[in-house]
């Protein structure tokens, strides 16, 4: 299979959209997320949706194949929320690794189903790895601002046992997502090497961020160009942003990412922003006209959707990327210093 690496070169490969928009599509109950493994778990477990991997295999599966119907030459695995740290609100912690397993076979399945019918465009799988539900560097006490809920070796323990799941179920990228604060994911991406040097399993990683409003900064204050910086140190596949905002918001945080970064950029905004109901109400062509900017600038590789995305919006985004050049990397060895 051709290397993800000269795809990137040759032309903008295309990344799915939202998961949990699609799972929403679906009328599940309780009895949906506990299946027969957890039919007795004494907690509530209604919206845990990376467990419907184990659960309902069905619906992430039917998820998966319309996106790479839709175009998508990359899918994430349903395991946004799968560390320890975010299963112990379902007090599933003791699941974690068979989580991230099945979901990854899942999604090894139907990209090897697509690339057989169509080996001259192979298809990719990365493995989610969200921010989890806790900050490394912000106190969530506003009367004691010195508290951390988590530690940096906390979350390396965690992050490194998601890891392993996703690469033992046979993912082709790691993809750390929507980092709200950067001492997440530098404990993300420690626990990413420290596995691959302890297995000699090694795949490209991919690191995507989040501006969380119109100041330009991640949750944990810092610019783009200081998100990059801190963690240029790892060899990475990409870095981009995605999430919080719509499409032409994060247009000018990825042309510092495009000028500054020595890797691949991606991109994947939400839908527009939510209306009054938390829903997302921007159609695929709008959508489509807002991403073209991004093109016409060559500052993209790699191009999806998050939250609000649907296979309507990833098809749209595939037939405008299929006429523009990918950007090209300009600074191979390091980055500029300025």
Known sequence: MAKIEDILRERIMILDGAMGTMIQRHTLEEADFRGEILK???????????????????????????????????????????????????????????????????????????????????????????????????????NNPGFRAISFDELVVAFKEQA?????????????????????????????????????????????????????????????????????????????????MGASALRPYLKVLSDKAPFFISAYPNAGLPNEFGQYDQTAIEMGNEVEEYLKEGLVNILGGCCGSTPDHIKRLAEIAAKYKPRVIHHQAAMVEE
């Open 164 to 244: 392993k799941g996703l690469l033992d179920g046979g993912v082709d990228l790691l993809l750390p997502e929507t980092i709200t604060d950067t001492l997440n994911v530098k404990a993300a991406l420690f626990a990413i090497q420290e596995l691959f040097e302890e297995t000699g399993k090694q795949v490209p990683v991919m690191v995507s961020g989040t501006i969380t409003d119109a100041s330009g900064r991640i949750l944990s204050g810092q610019t783009a160009e200081a998100f990059l910086i801190s963690v240029s140190h790892v060899p990475l596949l990409s870095i981009g942003l995605n999430c919080a």
């Open 40 to 142: 007795d778990h004494p907690h509530p477990l209604k919206g845990n949706n990376d467990l419907l991997s184990i659960t309902r295999p069905d619906i992430i599966k039917d998820i998966h194949r319309q996106y790479f119907e839709a175009g998508a030459d990359i899918i994430e695995t349903n395991t946004f929320g799968s560390t320890t740290v975010a299963q112990a609100d379902y007090h599933l912690e003791h699941l974690v690794y068979q989580i991230n397993y099945e979901a990854a076979k899942i999604a090894r399945e139907v990209a090897d189903e697509f690339t057989r019918k169509e080996p001259n465009k192979p298809r990719f799988v990365a493995g989610s790895m969200g921010p989890t539900t806790k900050l490394a560097s912000m106190s969530p006490d506003v």
